[in-house]
C-alpha cells in the first residue's frame, strides 16, 4: 500500500472509507470542466471502483491518492496518475484539492511534488503530462513551477458554458534519467 509523506501532508491509496469524499468530489459539478465529467456518479459505481482501487497500476493503468493533512489525517483533494503507459514510460497526472478554503495554502504543490518524485525515482516514468485549460491560470503557474513545459495547444477542445475552449498539454521528462 502506497503512502508519500511530505511535511505538511501525506498521499494514501484509496480505502472503501472515502466512499463519501470521492462521491462529493465525483459529483461537484464546479469541477467537472477540469475532470472531463459529464454525469453523475452513483454511489454504487463509485463503491465498486474503491473495491478495485487496490490493484496495481500496471493492471489498472492509473493511480488515484487521497491528499490527506499531517496533522489531522483530514482527506482533501485527490491526485491521480492516468492513462499509465508501461511501455513507452509515461502518464498523464491530475490533481483537485476539493474546498477553496484549503487551495492556494501550498497542498497542490506539495502533492504534485510528492507524486512527481514517485513517479520518476520509484515508477522510473520517463515522462508525465498534464492537460490544462488554458484560461486555467492556477493549474499552469503549478506545475509550470515544477518544470512542466507547455508542448501544444488543442484548439476549441472544451465546451465550457457555452464557449469552446483552449487546452494546452504540458510534459515533464524525466531528469533523473
Not at 453523475?40 to 491528499?67: C, V
Not at 483537485?96 to 516514468?125: T, W
Request: aromatic share 12%; hydrophobic share 35%.
Amino acid at each position: 500500500m502506497i503512502t508519500l509523506k511530505g511535511p505538511n501532508l501525506f498521499l494514501r491509496a484509496l480505502e472503501p472509507e472515502d466512499l463519501e469524499f470521492v462521491h462529493s468530489i465525483e459529483n461537484d459539478e464546479t469541477i467537472w470542466n477540469v475532470s472531463n465529467t459529464q454525469t453523475p456518479y452513483s454511489k454504487y459505481l463509485i463503491r465498486q471502483y474503491l473495491e478495485n482501487a487496490q490493484q496495481d497500476i500496471y493492471e489498472a493503468k492509473q493511480l488515484r491518492l487521497a491528499i490527506c493533512k499531517n496533522n489531522t489525517e483530514e482527506t482533501i483533494g485527490l491526485i491521480d496518475l492516468f492513462d499509465f503507459d508501461p511501455r513507452n514510460n509515461r502518464a498523464g497526472i491530475g490533481i483537485v484539492i476539493q474546498n477553496l478554503e484549503e487551495r492556494a495554502k501550498g497542498y497542490g504543490a506539495e502533492s504534485l511534488g510528492l507524486l512527481i518524485d514517485y513517479s520518476f525515482k520509484q515508477l522510473n516514468l520517463h515522462q508525465l503530462y498534464a492537460n490544462i485549460g488554458t484560461e486555467n491560470e492556477t493549474s499552469i503557474k503549478l506545475f509550470t513551477t515544477f518544470g512542466f513545459q507547455k508542448c501544444g495547444v488543442k484548439k476549441d477542445w472544451n465546451l465550457i458554458e457555452n464557449r469552446y475552449q483552449d487546452e494546452a498539454l504540458f510534459q515533464l521528462i524525466n531528469p533523473f534519467l
